[in-house]
Structures are given as C-alpha cells and as structure tokens.
C-alpha cells in the first residue's frame, strides 16, 4: 500500500536548525494530506504542520513562525524546516498521510512513518 519514511533528525543546539524530509512510496497517484505529527515522552501527539493537495498549510501553534513545511508533489516528499529549535521541541517526529490514492485504491488512512527523533539541547 503506503508506506512513509522519514530522514533528518537529529542533535541540534537551541536556536539551531533542521529540515526534516519525508517520502511516500507505493504506486501513488495522488495524497490529499501529508505533513507532521509529533510525540514526546510523556506527552500527547500533536500536530506540527499538515500541507494538503490544495497547497493550504496548517501549523500547530507551537511551532508557528518557526518552522515551514513544503512539498515536492511529483516526488511525493514533503519537507518541514525548523528554525529556532528550543528544548520543548525535542520529540519523535512523524510523517503522516491521509487520503492516498495507490494503484487506483483510495485508502482514507491515515498512514504512519516509524518518526525521525529531533533533540534540543546544549
């Protein structure tokens, strides 16, 4: 079917920067939503950034301002840059998407990557 795979994390001092990539693979005609969820220890998941087909973005509030996602249709990638990296931003990163069309099945989803780990600290 679908299948997500993230690339980018890693240490990174606060105020510093990543860019966090993910890709879909399968024989995918179209996704209709694909972007970022995150989850720290201890903690909720909560939406970092979602890019849908229509080019709309949606950012959690936390991370308004400081981090841009954007995405490469033809490639099925999405890309999520993080500037201004504090300490609460430490947490498993996920990819994520939903409506995928593949080999002419829709599937509604939502599908999950394996998450990428960020880590803020000094």
């Known amino acids: 079917q679908v299948q997500l795979g993230e690339s980018g994390g890693g240490l990174v001092q606060p105020g510093g920067s990543l860019r966090l990539s993910c890709g879909a693979s399968?024989?995918?005609?179209?996704?209709?939503?694909m972007g970022w969820y995150r989850q720290a220890p201890g903690r909720e998941r909560e939406l970092v950034a979602l890019?849908?087909?229509?080019?709309?973005?949606n950012y959690g509030d936390a991370v308004k301002g400081r981090f841009t996602i954007s995405n490469d249709s033809d490639k099925k990638i999405v890309y999520l840059q993080m500037n201004g990296l504090k300490p609460e931003d430490t947490a498993v990163y996920l990819c994520?998407?939903?409506?995928?069309?593949?080999?002419?099945?829709?599937?509604?989803?939502?599908?999950w990557g394996q998450g990428t780990r960020v880590t803020v600290s000094s």
């Open positions: 994520y998407a939903a409506g995928v069309t593949s080999d002419g099945v829709h599937y509604r989803g939502p599908f």
């Open positions: 399968g024989s995918i005609s179209m996704i209709n939503v």
């Open positions: 890019f849908s087909r229509t080019g709309s973005t």
